[in-house]
């Protein structure tokens, strides 16, 4: 198979889950409501870290206002990377 679906022990690589921007605008209200975030993470079936992230972020994630139809926002790397040699 493709090298990039598969890691280093051959197993296939489970895939990345986006959360929606609507998702992130809730956890950020609910957090500020006073609701934990060990709680937050189990209901939205994320890690602890992920839910941590997002409220550090949150005024970042005020501040992007998605085009009509948009849900997530991700980063988007190109393949090629530049190299320089020195001599």
Sequence with gaps: MDPKVKDK???KKK??????MEAKH??????????????LANEYGRNTSTISTIIKQ???IKKLQPSK?????SKLRTNIHNTFIMD
């Design 69 to 73: 139809g948009i849900t997530i926002i």
């Design 9 to 11: 022990t051959g197993d």
């Design 15 to 20: 895939p990345k889950k986006m959360i929606s």
């Design 58 to 60: 949150k005024e970042a």
């Design 26 to 39: 809730e956890i950020i209200a609910k957090h500020k409501h006073g609701v934990r975030t060990i709680d």
